[in-house]
């Protein structure tokens, strides 16, 4: 026996917004049996294949074209306002489980399009929160994840910048300041959501608190990603699984201490499973 000791850190786990969503699809599943998912109701397969073994069907945009008279869960990402057009073309009862601080992005974007804002979004291209942001405005609007994408010559002269709410809100800012000292004037519109956010900031000292952290988190996961790395820094020995067969006991040595964290998709049951299988090393 290693003899682990074995920490989960409590500022892991699903957001509030995951949270709310799968609750939700949970009470319909108990009453229904059956619910439609307009896309990964969170980045992790583990969670995924647990609420599909309940009766929930993932579905694409595409797909989402040919459902008609049933009951669809929009998750907590958003959607651009093409989609309760089809909503409503289809006589499909949707379930919105939208993140409110999505919602009052998207609200601030379509605002700005409406007054013929240059819209600029720190984010990554193609994630489904973007896509929904991109959905409200009708002219260009402009997705970079770093400043070297952006031809600073061409831009125009004033923008609206805004963020994906899971950048780290520290980047926003060095990102703002950049474009300032480029000559640029900055509408700023600071969007990031601080229970997201501030993961990063807690993760360093939850890092360094273990001899080993076993980062749990799904492949898919943005925010898995860059708070693995964060993790990685400020511990060296960090390993990222996304299931618990992926842990090696290899990696441990006798009467060391582990921290278990995760990503704002990784579900707590999850770590809890990450935990048993280690004090039983």
């Known amino acids: 026996m290693l003899n ?19 609750q939700l699809a ?9 619910l439609y998912c307009l896309g990964d109701i969170v980045h992790n397969d583990e969670e995924i294949n647990r609420l599909r073994k309940k009766g929930l069907i993932t579905i694409s945009h595409d797909q989402l074209k040919e459902v008609k008279n049933e009951t669809v869960l929009l998750r907590a990402h958003g959607e651009p306002p093409s989609t309760y057009q089809i909503a409503i073309e289809n006589n499909l009862t949707l379930v919105d489980a939208s993140c409110p601080v999505v919602l009052k992005l998207q609200n601030r974007v379509k605002q700005s399009a409406d007054e013929d804002k240059q819209i600029y979004i ?73 229970q997201v956010s501030n993961r990063d900031i807690q ?43 992926e ?20 579900p707590m049951w999850l770590m809890k499973e990450a935990e048993s299988k280690l004090v039983s090393f």
């Open 122 to 194: 720190y984010g990554k291209r193609g994630h489904a929160e973007v896509e929904g942001l991109i959905g409200q405005s009708t002219n260009e609007v402009v997705v970079f994840k770093d400043l070297s994408e952006l031809d600073f010559e061409k831009m125009p002269k004033k923008i609206s910048l805004y963020s994906q709410t899971t950048k780290s809100t520290e980047n926003f800012y060095k990102i703002y300041n950049q474009i300032l000292a480029k000559g640029i004037e900055v509408d700023l519109n600071d969007t990031t959501c601080r």
């Open 4 to 22: 682990l000791k074995v920490n989960i850190d409590i500022n892991s786990g699903f957001c509030f917004g995951v949270v709310y969503a799968i």
């Open 247 to 266: 842990i090696d006991q290899t990696w441990f040595n006798a009467n060391e201490t582990v921290g278990i964290c995760g990503a704002t998709s990784t």
């Open 203 to 245: 993760i360093r000292t939850f890092a360094q608190s273990s001899d080993v952290i076993v980062f749990v988190s799904g492949l898919k996961s943005s925010n898995g990603k860059v708070l693995f790395d964060v993790c990685k820094q400020y511990n060296p020995r960090t390993y990222f699984v996304s299931s618990t067969s």
């Open 26 to 34: 949970e009470e319909i599943l108990d009453e229904k049996g059956i």
